[in-house]
């Protein structure tokens, strides 16, 4: 079966069309090989299975998902690597996000009106790695009751039902943020099939690039008018509200905004973009999976950031009664910083406020005293305790570094200098986090081995290759981003590294090398399917 394909595009406020067949060409997608690989296996989905994946259960549930007679409307969105700024986002930081070249391909097809009763069919390929059910189906009555979307927290049960289906939420999440957010109104089926090469749980915001690749093929499928900033928005709305994991926006704004070998400048207060930071050509992000999953639901990653936002909440209170020469009244305390700990200068933080949070804090006691903390996506447990001094200085200290990290990667290159500023804040970074409790075992020896490396190499000709390590997004596990020199030595230097841990852990990490551009830049591909090649 041939397709005819037409791409369409949005970049710097210009539209852009191209067509082509389904070789690819004419279609701008020379950058896109995993996209040309998603094609080919789009042409052959009712085609008979070859040996190799004749038993796989997802292949099966993808033979017949899409009507020939009606267009597939196919989206894109890379993962990130998390270079610098990390978990701080939610606290209004700075933060450097870098796309990878691994991405989500998601196609999806509007059933006809005639095609009733209406439903939502997923599937995800590669769900029987991940131990999940490949297909998905709900009746799009379950979505809408009395003419509105169900509550989030509704969808969140109903997605939660069965424990082998629950990935469905980042993706049917999307129509329930869709109808609430905006008033879409979806009255028929939908076909959709989700693709990823973006591995789960390595830190790698393999949510993120699913949510974003979905919200992208719907906008293009019901012409609904999304610049990447606001698909990025109503993405962390699904994970935030549908999901229930309590991620920042940085994730989403790399998969919608990200541009190839660019670092993504945001200052998440919630989303402003400052731009893209060219990667110098002298120097290059690696990352590097050690082997213990991450999840932004993990307890660790949820206990850290409530108790930054009990530190927002009390260093606001500190701030009002200083102003008002003491006794305030803790309702009317002012937010510090607009409501983000990142505004506050660190010398500062350290002057006035630090020794006067509480080491940690029982959830009944800040309640007690303070009301609610701040935080649309968590919220305070009384029997709790968090660590809160140490949760609220990391992204006070974090957002500094990372502008210094942006000036100094932005400055004229001074030979090994600059690399080993660069290699020094992301080492802070990394230290930073295990102080919160989000280290992990094998980043942090992922990162001795690269200081090691750096200092074996000190000595000889050459210098060192390496200069730098860091755990990466929400931390406790995941991946670590290495900074190393561009080209043959620093490729050299990471796979020592590599090999080392392997060896000691004997498990082969996963390597990220390389970068490709967002969903907005992307754009979408429309393809009809035809019998014969087009004239």
Request: hydrophobic content about 40%.
């Amino acid at each position: 079966m041939i397709f005819d394909i037409r791409r369409e595009r949005c970049t710097e406020g210009t539209e852009g069309a191209a067509a082509g067949r389904s070789d690819a060409s004419g279609l701008g997608l020379d950058q896109y090989p995993d996209t040309q690989r998603f094609l080919r296996v789009l042409e052959t989905l009712d085609e008979p299975l070859a040996d190799g994946v004749a038993d796989r259960p997802d292949r099966k549930a993808a033979r017949g998902l899409f009507r020939r007679e009606v267009e597939v409307f196919v989206a894109r969105a890379p993962g990130r690597l998390d270079v610098m700024g990390g978990i701080a986002d939610y606290s209004g930081s700075l933060v450097l996000q870098m796309p990878l070249a691994e991405a989500c391909h998601v196609a999806l097809q509007r059933h006809p009106a005639s095609a009733q009763p209406a439903a939502i069919r997923v599937v995800s390929f590669n769900a029987g790695a991940a131990s999940r059910g490949p297909a998905f189906e709900v009746a799009l009555s379950e979505l809408v009751r009395d003419g509105n979307a169900i509550r989030y927290e509704d969808a969140r049960a109903l997605f939660k039902r069965d424990a082998s289906l629950s990935w469905a939420a980042y993706v049917v999440g999307a129509l329930v943020v869709l109808m609430r957010e905006l008033g879409t109104q979806f009255t028929t089926g939908l076909s959709i099939l989700v693709s990823s090469e973006v591995p789960e749980g390595k830190g790698v915001s393999s949510s993120a690039a699913v949510e974003v690749a979905t919200m992208a093929a719907l906008a293009a499928a019901y012409g609904i008018q999304l610049d990447g900033r606001q698909m990025a928005l109503l993405c962390q709305k699904v994970e935030n509200n549908v999901v229930g994991a309590p991620c920042g926006v940085m994730d989403q704004m790399t998969a919608a905004l990200g541009q190839r070998a660019r670092l993504l400048a945001l200052r998440c207060q919630p989303a402003e973009v400052l731009g893209s930071v060219d990667i110098p050509a002298h120097l290059q992000f690696w990352g590097v999976d050690s082997g213990k999953p991450h999840s932004v639901g993990a307890s660790d990653y949820s206990h850290v950031r409530v108790g930054a936002f009990m530190g927002l909440r009390i260093v606001s209170q500190l701030a009002s009664d200083l102003a008002n020469g003491g006794g305030g009244n803790s309702a009317d305390a002012q937010r510090i910083g607009g409501g983000y700990l990142a505004n506050v200068p660190p010398s500062e933080f350290a002057w006035r406020y630090e020794q006067q949070l509480p080491e940690h804090m029982s959830g009944a006691a800040f309640l007690q005293q303070y009301g609610p903390h701040w935080d649309s996506a968590t919220s305070v447990d009384a029997a709790e305790t968090y660590a809160v001094r140490v949760s609220a200085a990391h992204p006070v200290h974090e957002n500094c570094r990372v502008q210094a990290f942006k000036q100094v990667l932005t400055a004229p290159a001074n030979g090994g200098e600059q690399l080993e500023v660069l290699g020094e804040l992301m080492l802070q970074s990394h230290v930073s986090y295990s102080r919160c409790g989000l280290g992990a075992a094998g980043t942090d020896r992922l990162v001795e081995l690269t200081q090691e490396e750096h200092d074996t190499a000190a000595s000889c000709e050459g210098g060192p290759a390496v200069f730098g390590a860091k755990i990466t997004g929400g931390g406790s596990g995941g991946t670590v981003c290495i900074l190393a020199a561009a080209g043959p030595r620093g490729d050299a230097a990471v796979q020592r590294i590599v090999q080392r841990y392997a060896s000691e852990s004997l498990y082969a990490p996963k390597v990220f090398q390389g970068s490709s551009a967002g969903a907005a830049e992307f754009g979408h591909l429309r393809l009809r399917r035809t019998e014969q090649l087009p004239c």
